[in-house]
Nanobody, 125 residues
Framework: QLQLVESGGGLVQPGGSLRLSCGAPGFTLEYYTIGWFRQAPGKEREGVSCISGRGGSTNYADSVKDRFTLSRDNAKTTVDLQMNSLKPEDTAVYSC??????????????????WGPGTQVTVSS
């Protein structure tokens, strides 16, 4: 069973940057579509960005386009979300997730069954 772990969250001032990483110890994520999702208090979970398993195509929520970049590391062991120009409205618990197979899946939470525990991102002065 795929077990995902996130790292890199924390407290940052508006305009600052954070880099989140998603890994699966002992397992390669290379062929899986991997998604980053976030949930703020009182709000539904939303898709932030997803990267396909083959070819590495990415998509982004409109709210993070041109600020966030999703990529795989060279060894294909982690999927990293670089977050720049952070805003207070980016504050949420960020989780990475994987679908049940290596097929292509849309960037919607309901398509993913393996979830990391999440990491808190707080953007505040």
């Amino acid at each position: 069973q795929l077990q995902l772990v996130e790292s890199g969250g924390g407290l940052v001032q508006p305009g600052g940057s954070l880099r989140l990483s998603c890994g699966a110890p002992g397992f390669t994520l290379e062929y899986y579509t991997i998604g980053w999702f976030r949930q703020a208090p009182g709000k539904e979970r939303e898709g932030v960005s997803c990267i396909s398993g083959r070819g590495g195509s990415t998509n982004y929520a409109d709210s993070v386009k041109d600020r966030f970049t999703l990529s795989r590391d060279n060894a294909k062991t982690t999927v990293d979300l670089q977050m720049n120009s952070l805003k207070p409205e980016d504050t949420a618990v960020y989780s990475c997730a994987a679908p049940p197979t290596t097929a292509s899946y849309p960037c919607q939470p309901g398509s993913y069954i393996y979830w990391g525990p999440g990491t808190q991102v707080t953007v505040s002065s």
